[in-house]
Nanobody, 116 residues
Framework: QVQLVESGGGLVQAGGSLRLSCAAS????????MGWYRQAPGKQRELVAV???????NYGDSVKGRFTISRDNAENTVYLQMNSLKPEDAAAYYC??????????WGQGTQVTVSS
């Protein structure tokens, strides 16, 4: 059974930085697509960033230029470096992974709180 374990969330002041990590285990197959979505209270879950095993990335419009996604294929781990955080970035951040597209598997989420 595939497990995704997130870490790195917490409280940060506006303008600060956080780095999220997500380690995948238990997969018999390469998880080619890994990424992050987020959901704030009362809002729909939205794309933050996705990375494919070859390195191609896709970012949500609201985080472009501030967040960077990367992965370590050997460790089945994906990272999200978040810089210049804004109060509107506060949300539960969910790691996701899949063999072709993200969404086959989901983590439990890690909370990011940004104080103004």
């Amino acid at each position: 059974q595939v497990q995704l374990v997130e870490s790195g969330g917490g409280l940060v002041q506006a303008g600060g930085s956080l780095r999220l990590s997500c380690a995948a285990s238990g997969s018999r197959f390469m998880l080619n697509a890994m990424g992050w979505y987020r959901q704030a209270p009362g809002k729909q879950r939205e794309l933050v960033a996705v990375i494919i095993s070859g390195g191609k990335t896709n970012y949500g419009d609201s985080v472009k230029g501030r967040f960077t996604i990367s992965r370590d294929n050997a460790e089945n781990t994906v990272y999200l470096q978040m810089n210049s955080l804004k109060p509107e970035d506060a949300a539960a951040y969910y790691c996701t992974a899949g063999r072709v597209l993200p969404g086959d598997y989901w983590g439990q989420g890690t909370q990011v709180t940004v104080s103004s």
